[in-house]
């Protein structure tokens, strides 16, 4: 069974970091994708990046260049790197895992969408003060 759990979460000024964790078990990465998802109070839940297991990512446009995903294949955990916070990133993050899509043209490749990670963690607090 996979089981996904985030750490991580906590308050910072604008301006400042956070680094989010989330610790996988119960699959391997090849043949599937990790993403971190963001839900704000009031707000559909979002996509902010997505990672396949040959690393290739896809942000959001909202936070291209502050934010960097990386994984460490060998602990089974993803890190969600925030740089340059805003209080707009104010939300509960979550992570996420999924198979990935195929085709002939692309090979194995991920998308931020909602529908296709079935597996999600309980989320982690992020607040953003200005």
């Known amino acids: 069974q996979v089981q996904l759990v985030e750490s991580g979460g906590g308050s910072v000024q604008s301006g400042g970091s956070l680094r989010l964790s989330c610790a996988a078990s119960?699959?391997?990465?090849?043949?599937?994708?990790m993403g971190w998802f963001r839900q704000a109070p009031g707000k559909e839940r979002e996509g902010v990046v997505v990672?396949?297991?040959?690393?290739?990512?896809s942000y959001a446009d909202s936070v291209k260049g502050r934010f960097t995903i990386s994984q460490d294949n060998a602990k089974n955990t993803s890190y969600l790197q925030m740089d340059s916070l805003k209080p707009e990133d104010t939300a509960m993050y979550y992570c996420a895992a999924g198979r990935a899509l195929y085709s002939d043209y692309s090979g194995y490749y991920c998308v931020r969408v909602l529908s296709k990670f079935r597996y999600w963690g309980q989320g982690t607090q992020v607040t953003v003060s200005s």
């Open positions: 119960g699959y391997t990465y090849r043949g599937y994708c």
């Open positions: 990672i396949d297991s040959d690393g290739r990512t």
